[in-house]
């Protein structure tokens, strides 16, 4: 899904990866199945990060065992195929000259090896801008894990499924979108499209903007033919880098349309005219 040039790990130990992290094989689908997921907690006693991931892993986590580990743990038992793991990573792009730094939710097969970024990765998801304020992306984790846990049953059924750029398989879902309905945060808007008015000129299905208790409401109820719009992108003044798009099912956890750009004059920080039009077709 994505070319990096390098990933830090956010304990504060370097992780370096050169290329795409490799995806798992069929017998490797199968460990991660029958393994217990070791959700790795910040090196740090104030991480709001720990205490967000914890209570989203105890409310959605279901698909395997899970326990919260130290990264002295990790370290350990990533070498061990009965384990696997819900990594936070810092990433940044080849292509993106501002050399932008995103927060990535990993979750990783355990495996004998030398470097982390051998480890299989059975699903990798841009979770947010590095530096961004935690409470910007933390209501959106039960949808995210959810969604990881979806897929990751999809490709032990059929392991063919797996593979590079394995998030825009979920773009055949796409003419399902417009039976639906989309929630979206006002800010998550480019300018072009950032009313109601505006998008109604463009796309004829139902679109509401929201508040992000909205949108909480939305995933504990799952509620019925709804998406939210999962939207990362640099924060503040910065007008350059990725900006990621994805469209998440709440009542049933599917994705149903991934994309992303690179910010500059004509294709702003938000969901844009152009997405619109791709899922009006």
Same mark, same amino acid.
């Given at each position: 899904?994505?070319?990096? %040039?390098?990933?830090?790990?956010?304990?504060?130990?370097?992780?370096?990866?050169?290329?795409?992290?490799? #995806? +798992?094989?069929?017998?490797? /689908?199968?460990?991660?199945?029958?393994?217990?997921?070791?959700?790795?907690?910040?090196?740090? +006693?104030?991480?709001?990060?720990?205490?967000?991931?914890?209570?989203?892993?105890?409310? $959605?986590?279901?698909?395997?065992?899970?326990?919260?580990?130290? /990264?002295?743990?990790?370290?350990?038992?990533?070498?061990?195929?009965?384990?696997?793991?819900?990594?936070?990573?810092?990433?940044?792009?080849?292509?993106?000259?501002?050399?932008?730094?995103?927060?990535?939710?990993?979750?990783?097969?355990?495996?004998?090896?030398?470097?982390?970024?051998?480890?299989?990765?059975?699903?990798?998801?841009?979770? =947010?801008?590095?530096?961004?304020?935690?409470?910007? $992306?933390?209501?959106? %984790?039960?949808?995210?894990?959810? #969604?990881?846990?979806?897929?990751?049953?999809?490709? =032990?059924?059929?392991? =063919?499924?797996?593979?590079?750029? $394995?998030?825009?398989?979920? !773009?055949?879902?796409? *003419?399902?979108?417009?039976?639906?309905?989309?929630?979206?945060?006002?800010?998550?808007?480019? *300018?072009?499209?950032? =009313?109601?008015?505006?998008?109604?000129?463009?796309?004829?299905?139902?679109?509401? /903007?929201?508040?992000?208790?909205?949108?909480?409401?939305?995933? !504990?109820?799952?509620? *019925?033919?709804?998406?939210?719009?999962?939207?990362?992108?640099?924060?503040?003044?910065?007008?350059?880098?990725?900006?990621?798009?994805?469209?998440?099912?709440?009542?049933?956890?599917?994705?149903?349309?991934? !994309?992303?750009?690179?910010?500059?004059?004509?294709?702003?920080?938000?969901? %844009?005219?152009?997405?619109?039009?791709?899922?009006?077709?």
């Amino acid at each position: 899904m994505r070319t990096y %040039l390098t990933a830090i790990v956010l304990f504060l130990f370097p992780l370096l990866m050169s290329g795409q992290a490799p #995806f +798992p094989d069929k017998d490797e /689908i199968k460990q991660f199945t029958v393994s217990k997921t070791c959700v790795v907690l910040e090196d740090d +006693p104030f991480s709001s990060f720990n205490s967000y991931i914890k209570a989203a892993v105890k409310a $959605y986590w279901t698909i395997t065992p899970y326990e919260f580990i130290e /990264i002295a743990d990790f370290n350990v038992k990533r070498r061990k195929p009965e384990y696997s793991f819900i990594v936070l990573t810092q990433t940044n792009f080849e292509k993106d000259k501002s050399n932008a730094l995103f927060n990535f939710i990993n979750l990783l097969q355990g495996k004998n090896v030398g470097r982390i970024g051998e480890m299989p990765e059975i699903c990798a998801i841009p979770l =947010s801008f590095a530096g961004e304020d935690d409470m910007d $992306y933390s209501y959106k %984790l039960g949808a995210v894990l959810l #969604f990881m846990q979806k897929h990751a049953k999809m490709i =032990s059924e059929d392991p =063919s499924l797996t593979g590079r750029k $394995y998030l825009k398989y979920y !773009n055949k879902f796409i *003419p399902e979108v417009q039976s639906k309905t989309i929630l979206v945060k006002q800010e998550d808007l480019s *300018p072009e499209i950032a =009313s109601i008015e505006k998008i109604a000129g463009i796309y004829s299905g139902k679109v509401e /903007i929201v508040t992000e208790n909205d949108i909480i409401e939305a995933i !504990n109820k799952k509620t *019925p033919n709804t998406l939210i719009l999962h939207k990362v992108g640099p924060v503040g003044d910065k007008k350059s880098g990725y900006c990621f798009k994805m469209l998440i099912g709440v009542d049933d956890s599917n994705m149903y349309y991934y !994309n992303q750009h690179m910010i500059d004059k004509s294709t702003p920080n938000g969901l %844009l005219p152009a997405d619109l039009k791709r899922l009006a077709k």
